[in-house]
């Protein structure tokens, strides 16, 4: 009877412990919540609020874009905060942005008409008095030529993190970083040749009615996976099947190689190959993989050189075609051909950073790069 008594109040003492251990532990970590949120000044949103995030942060990528569409550096400046310096670190390349647009479309012989943006919010946490956001934005850009009304467009697609505050009667951006197209050319001054001018605008619409089926389907691949910058129905995705390697340093490679592989139907081989979640080097590398197509025979190298030196020949891509973009001696960048604009200027679509139909050179004015035209055969 004593040794059942001594058992029950063993068993008393370890409940009370528990329980007290319990309540140290349940009190010890909400505090640590608690001063987390405090301390990061950050808490999760529910839905009804981000939709109305939503909407005002759609409202501001709207100004920001009309802003850089009419040149407009009032309103530019009015979406920022002058007093902190991420702020106007991000204020000052927008107005790069700014001039870089206008002087690329002197060079081109176009206006833009319109710039669309769609954003969608992937994340979004309050932080301090504001918003902590993590956006990908869509955007369309709509031109004409300046002796024709007939109205082209592209789609660039960026994904952007932010802070935006409230600042009396409006919101400010006070933080943001985004990979941007044009970051090789804003701080270049644009080729300014009327004779270039000339010819681009001298162009004319292309057939491509008899194009070559696979190339047709090529074209489709890319087109659907084009990441944040495809056609709103294609859900701004990447090919799930396939690794991302844009945290790795960049996916153009892997990209152009599935459209070869799994749109234009080009075998794999020793060198060229992506197996068990992983792509070979001359799959994933720029470099290694327009070396790999060129002397394997499985394309031809159509031109190489500036821009001013190219652009002749650069008529003669076709869509599954391909662009690499060389600095310093080493191909860094891969687009693939999609399309023809209404001069017959060749368009590619490409990953990090997302494009579709984007004029073949906007983004890539830097003087020391060198173009490769390529032409595939399949």
């Known amino acids: 009877m004593e040794g059942n008594v001594a058992i029950i109040i063993k068993l008393k003492r370890c409940l009370i412990i528990l ?11 909400g505090v640590y919540l608690w001063r987390g949120t405090r301390g990061n000044s950050i808490t999760v949103m ?3 609020s981000n939709d109305m995030l939503a909407l005002k942060v759609q409202k501001m990528f709207e100004g920001r874009s009309n802003a850089l569409l009419t040149e407009d550096r009032s309103l530019l400046k009015s979406l920022y905060d002058e007093e902190i310096r991420y702020s106007v670190w991000a204020y000052e390349h927008e107005l790069k942005k700014m001039r870089y647009l ?5 060079k081109q ?3 833009f008409i319109e710039i669309n943006p769609e954003v969608v919010v992937r994340r979004a946490d309050k932080k301090e008095d504001g918003y902590a956001l993590n956006l990908l934005v869509s955007t369309e850009y709509k031109y004409v030529y300046q002796d024709s009304s007939t109205s082209n467009s592209f789609r660039i697609g960026t994904y952007h993190s932010l802070d935006l505050m ?3 009667d409006r919101w400010v951006i006070t933080r943001e970083w985004y990979k941007d197209p044009f970051a090789d050319s804003l701080e270049l001054d644009q080729v300014k040749n ?7 605008l001298s162009g004319e619409e292309k057939d491509l009615s008899d194009l070559n089926q696979r190339r047709v389907e090529a074209v489709e691949y890319v087109d659907r996976y084009s990441g944040a910058a495809s056609l709103p129905e294609y859900g701004f995705q990447y090919n799930p099947e396939y690794r991302n390697y844009n945290p790795l340093g960049g996916d153009c490679a892997n990209f152009a190689s599935q459209m070869l592989h799994e749109g234009g139907g080009i075998p794999e081989d020793a060198t060229w190959r992506y197996e068990r979640g992983s ?4 799959w994933v590398n720029a470099h290694a993989f327009n070396q790999h197509m060129i002397y394997s025979g499985r394309a031809t190298r159509i031109a190489r050189g500036s821009y001013e030196q190219v652009l002749n020949a650069s008529y003669k891509l076709l869509p599954g075609d391909y662009v690499a973009y060389e600095k310093g001696g080493t191909v860094d960048h891969i687009s693939v051909v999609t399309g023809m604009d209404s001069k017959g200027y060749a368009l590619v679509n490409s990953h990090n950073v997302d494009r579709h139909r984007v004029p073949w050179d906007l983004g890539w004015s830097d003087q020391d790069i060198k173009f490769w035209l390529v032409r595939v055969h399949y």
């Open 194 to 200: 009327q004779e270039i001018k000339d010819m681009i």
């Open 166 to 168: 409230p600042r009396e």
């Open 109 to 111: 012989g176009v206006n």
């Open 102 to 106: 206008n002087k690329w479309s002197d």
């Open 279 to 282: 792509g070979s080097r001359a």
């Open 19 to 29: 329980l007290v251990l319990s309540f140290l532990i349940g009190s010890g970590l």
């Open 46 to 48: 529910d839905e009804s």
